[in-house]
């Protein structure tokens, strides 16, 4: 699976749009750009996922650049409960690699009031 | 719809006991895998499994292993308990068919929070 960058820590304004980027230079065609995101102390939450072309789901979108090296998610309408460590995560699809996800450090976003 | 759950939610255990873990996936998901997430290693697949068989397996020693019952529940379990054994343990499961190529989601449980003393 490409590897990923992601910032480690960002921070939002409650109500403002929260912009997470992730950079995935070395992906290939046929691997998934997907999202998720943990809350302290619980397991990680799937967000959103995509493979060229963006998306939007009731959680987020997902903007995907033209050459795929790079995304952002996009959180419309922050809040507080937005706040939590984002994973940004390429992979190919189910058939060969099954449930095996690859998460790295990704990025703590805080939302504040 | 009922999630994933994990159960026992905490558990603590001395070094060299052994330890059991279930998980019981989203109803109609055949596909649970496993998880270790640690501070200083974060999350790392331990293993998943498919149809009652291991179809993949992390980079983790023979201590640790796993199985998968017909009604698709799941078992982990990890022998000669080290400290560093210590982890928040997540069990995941995906409606994956078999032989398909798609694209899927994970969902995942809370998570077994064990402590080894």
């Known amino acids: 699976d490409a590897k990923t960058t992601q910032p480690p820590s960002m921070d939002c304004a409650e109500g403002r749009a929260a912009n997470l980027p992730c950079n995935h230079s070395t992906i290939s065609g046929n691997e998934y750009v997907y999202w998720y995101r943990q809350i302290h102390s619980q397991g990680p939450q799937y967000i959103i996922h995509?493979?060229?072309n963006n998306e939007t789901n009731e959680m987020a979108s997902l903007i995907i650049t033209e050459d795929r090296k790079s995304s952002t998610l996009i959180l419309p309408h922050a809040t507080l409960r937005d706040t939590a460590v984002y994973y940004c995560i390429v992979r190919v699809a189910a058939l060969t690699s099954g449930s095996r996800l690859t998460f790295g450090e990704g990025t703590q976003l805080t939302v504040n009031p | 719809k009922a999630g994933v759950t994990q159960t026992p939610r905490y558990l603590i255990k001395t070094r060299g006991q052994q330890v059991t873990l279930s998980c019981s996936p989203i109803?109609?998901?055949?596909?649970v895998s496993w998880y270790q997430q640690t501070p200083g290693q974060g999350l790392q697949f331990l293993f998943e499994y498919f149809s009652e068989t291991q179809r993949n397996k992390g980079n983790f020693p023979g201590r640790f292993s796993g199985r998968q019952f017909s009604n698709s529940r799941s078992e982990m379990n990890v022998s000669t308990l080290e400290l560093g054994d210590s982890a928040l343990y997540l069990c995941a499961s995906s409606r994956r068919v078999g032989g398909q190529r798609q694209s899927e989601k994970l969902f995942f449980g809370s998570g077994t929070q064990l402590s080894v003393l």
């Open positions: 109803s109609g998901h055949r596909s």
């Open positions: 995509g493979l060229k």
